[in-house]
C-alpha cells in the first residue's frame, strides 16, 4: 500500500514538473512574439507618422550645381518634414536616389531655423554626383520608408 | 492519478491565463498606436487637401521683393512652419499678416481669408511658397517698373 502511494505521489511530482515546464514555454513564447509585435507596430507607427515632401523649384539653377575643377558636382534637394516625427539629421534614415542610383555623400542641412529637422522644418540636402548630369532626371529621397520622388532638367 | 491531472491542468490554465494576459495587453496597445497614427495621417491628409493659397502680386521695389499670398483654403496654417523660396533657394523673410483693414506682424496663425506679405532682399525672378503641409504656389516676379502680378 504504501509503494502505491509513493508511486503516486511521484506520478503527481512528475505531471507538475511536466505542467510547469509547458506552461513556462508557452508563456515565454507569447512574449517573445508580444515583443515583436510591440517592435513592428512602433517601426509602423514611426512610417505613418513620417512625411516628406520636396519642396525644391525644379525649374530653377538652385537644384544642379555643375561640377568645377577640383570639386564634383551635387545635387541640392530642399525636403520639407510634413509629418509628425523628427527626423534625425545624421542620415541615418535618409536615402537618397538619383535616377534609380543610390548615392552616398548626403549632408543635411535644417536651413529654416534651428538643429532640429522637426515637423515643418526644411532642410537642405545636398548630394554628391560623381559625374556631371545632362538631361531629364529624376532624385528619389527615403525616409522611414516615406518617399518623395523629384524630376528635373538639367 | 485524479491528482495529477487537476494539479497539472490548473498549471498549464495559469500558465495560459498569463500568456493570454501579456499577449493581449501588447496587442491592444500595438493597434491603438497603430489606430491614431493612421488617424492622425488621415487627419493631415485631409488639412493638406483643405489646404490652398494664391499669390495675388509680387512687387519689387529697389532691392526689396514684396510677396503677397492669400490663404483661400479652409485651414489655419501655421506661418513659422511656411516657406519663401526665391529663385530655388530657401529664403528667411520679414512677414505681415493683413485681414481686412488690420495688419499684424505678431502672430504665428495664417488663417483662411488672411493675406501674408513677405518681405525681402532679394533680386531673383521667381518665388515659390510652401505651407506646412507642402502645398505650394508658385509666380514669376516682374520687372522692376511694372507691379502687375503674372
Redo the contacts between chains.
Keep these: 500500500m504504501g509503494s502505491v502511494s509513493i508511486s503516486h505521489l511521484i506520478i503527481f511530482i512528475a505531471s507538475l514538473l511536466v505542467a510547469a515546464s509547458v506552461a513556462g514555454t508557452l508563456i515565454v513564447s507569447v512574449e517573445d512574439v508580444s515583443s515583436s509585435v510591440d517592435q513592428q507596430s512602433d517601426s509602423l507607427t514611426q512610417q505613418i507618422d513620417t512625411d516628406i515632401a520636396i519642396i525644391s523649384d525644379p525649374s530653377s539653377p538652385a537644384v544642379y550645381q555643375e561640377p568645377e575643377e577640383d570639386e564634383n558636382g551635387s545635387l541640392t534637394l530642399l525636403v520639407k518634414n510634413t509629418g509628425e516625427t523628427t527626423i534625425p539629421t545624421d542620415g541615418s534614415n535618409l536615402d537618397v536616389l538619383v535616377d534609380g542610383q543610390y548615392r552616398t555623400g548626403i549632408d543635411i542641412e535644417v536651413v529654416s531655423g534651428g538643429d532640429r529637422w522637426s515637423s515643418g522644418a526644411v532642410a537642405e540636402v545636398t548630394v554628391d554626383l560623381d559625374d556631371g548630369l545632362t538631361d531629364d532626371h529624376r532624385a528619389t529621397v527615403i525616409v522611414n520608408g516615406s518617399q518623395a520622388t523629384f524630376n528635373f532638367r538639367v | 492519478?485524479g491528482?495529477?491531472?487537476s494539479?497539472?491542468?490548473v498549471?498549464?490554465l495559469?500558465?495560459?491565463l498569463?500568456?493570454?494576459s501579456?499577449?493581449f495587453t501588447?496587442?491592444v496597445?500595438?493597434?491603438d498606436?497603430?489606430t491614431?497614427?493612421?488617424d492622425?495621417?488621415a487627419d493631415?491628409l485631409l488639412d493638406?487637401q483643405n489646404t490652398e493659397i494664391e499669390i495675388g502680386d509680387v512687387q519689387r521695389d529697389d532691392a526689396t521683393l514684396t510677396v503677397h499670398v492669400t490663404n483661400t483654403g479652409s485651414t489655419a496654417l501655421?506661418i513659422?512652419?511656411t516657406?519663401l523660396?526665391i529663385?530655388?533657394?530657401?529664403t528667411?523673410a520679414e512677414h505681415t499678416i493683413t485681414n481686412g483693414d488690420t495688419t499684424t506682424d505678431d502672430t504665428d496663425l495664417w488663417l483662411p481669408g488672411d493675406t501674408l506679405a513677405f518681405e525681402a532682399e532679394s533680386g531673383g525672378d521667381?518665388v515659390?511658397v510652401?505651407t506646412?503641409?507642402?502645398v505650394?504656389a508658385?509666380a514669376d516676379v516682374p520687372d522692376a517698373d511694372t507691379t502687375e502680378a503674372t
Design positions: 492519478m491528482f495529477s491531472v494539479g497539472s491542468t498549471i498549464i495559469i500558465g495560459c498569463i500568456a493570454f501579456a499577449a501588447v496587442t496597445d500595438s493597434f498606436r497603430v491614431t497614427a493612421q492622425e495621417h493631415r493638406r501655421s513659422d512652419r516657406d523660396l529663385d530655388g533657394g530657401y528667411h521667381s515659390k510652401v506646412q503641409h507642402g505650394a508658385t
